[in-house]
């Protein structure tokens, strides 16, 4: 039996119509996704940076004869020039010995990461990132 051209062709382009239409179906889904892991991502490093900066604030907070001045000084070095400038820092100071010492750093979403995610209805405006560190004083 030998089979006709016509049916092998037929076969091949109902197929190829269907790869693209998987295509279709999945590409927006992986965009998505890719953009969602690349915005989660840079949060996810800024918050590890505004923590640690938080500390630093801290720290220096728990040291006799800090001052404010001194802990947002410390913690905007910490932070550098990019999440810096967009940082606001809190801080309560300890009067004695063993006292709590507490600095509250918060840096908006919007600094850090562009709003990638906003046309599938989640936004990062008006949102922050928050570090929040306690020790006690020496």
Known sequence: MKRGPSNSTTVRRKRRGMISLEMAFCL???CVVLLAMLQFS??????GQIIDASRVGARTATLP????DDVQRDV??????????????QTELGVQ????????VKVPMVAVSPDLLWPVGFSIQNQYLYGDS???KE
């Not at 840079?42 to 918050?47: G, H, I, S, Y």
């Not at 004869?65 to 404010?68: E, P």
């Not at 070095?77 to 940082?87: C, D, H, I, K, V």
């Open 134 to 136: 306690a020790m006690s």
């Open 42 to 47: 840079l949060l996810f490093v800024a918050r």
């Open 65 to 68: 004869g800090a001052n404010q």
């Open 28 to 30: 927006p889904i992986l």
């Open 97 to 104: 010995t063993g006292d709590l010492c507490r600095v509250t």
């Open 76 to 89: 905007l070095q910490a932070l550098g020039g990019r999440l810096g400038q967009y940082a606001q820092v």
